[in-house]
């Protein structure tokens, strides 16, 4: 049974481009959440989504934004890159109907360098 | 408010000691307390979690202690290995509906020595 994987493992892009990051979530998870690792900090949370549709997000600008396709998998887009941008992507999945102790399971991320 | 505030930034012990690390916050709300770990290259994974109506919890080598009146939890690592290296994360959240909103600490490094 594969966990969460993410794709690329590994970008580097130049100030002002956009990026697309890719998410498939556990089986039989039907939600996905996205934070930002910034270098030696914890993880912040960007959005989550269920059913296609974002249901929280954290305080990032509208320059974040993200899709959720009808087979859970999930896509985070960034436009307008700056530096402040580099940091490690992660995705997240779970079940939204579930208790709370049900783990949610993070990928391995991807590592987004800014040049 | 919504932080959670972690130490001490770095750890080192040697084999079968115990660390221990803190976590304080302020948000009264806050109802889900877990604990993360995290190794280089790989994604946070969940070690155990608390809910502030007990005080403490135990999940094999791991243990959580809550004071709910200080607004502070701890984790514990009964006889450490090296295998035990790694990076920790507390974390808090609160309402069903923000169950996958966690707010994270700042982490702490964990050096196990043999």
């Known amino acids: 049974d594969a966990g969460v994987t993410q794709s690329p493992t590994h970008l580097i892009k130049t100030r002002g481009q956009q990026v697309t990051l890719r998410c498939s979530p556990k089986s039989g998870h039907d939600t996905v959440s996205w934070y930002q690792q910034a270098l030696g900090q914890g993880p912040q949370f960007i959005f989550q989504y269920y059913e296609e549709e974002e249901r929280q997000r954290g305080n990032f600008p509208d320059r974040f934004s993200g899709h959720q396709f009808p087979n859970y998998s999930s896509e985070l887009n960034v436009n307008a890159l700056w530096l402040g941008d580099s940091a490690l992507y992660l995705c997240?999945?779970?079940?939204?109907?579930?208790?709370?102790?049900?783990?949610?399971?993070f990928g391995s991320g991807t590592q987004l360098s800014v040049l | 408010q919504q932080q959670v505030k972690q130490s001490p930034q770095s750890l080192i012990v040697q084999k079968g000691g115990i660390p221990i690390i803190n976590c304080a916050y302020e948000?009264?709300?806050?109802?889900?307390f877990p604990w993360y770990q995290q190794f280089p290259g790989k994604g946070p994974a969940l070690l155990i979690a608390i809910r502030p109506d007990v005080s403490e919890k135990k999940e094999g080598r791991f243990t959580i202690s809550f004071n709910k009146s200080a607004k502070q939890f701890s984790l514990h690592i009964m006889d450490s290995q090296p295998g035990d290296s790694a990076t920790y994360f507390c974390a808090a959240t609160y309402g069903v509906d923000s169950s996958y909103k966690l707010i994270f600490g700042s982490g702490t490094r964990l050096l196990v020595r043999p």
């Open positions: 948000n009264t709300a806050f109802d889900y």
């Open positions: 997240a999945s779970s079940l939204l109907v579930a208790d709370r102790d049900e783990k949610l399971f």
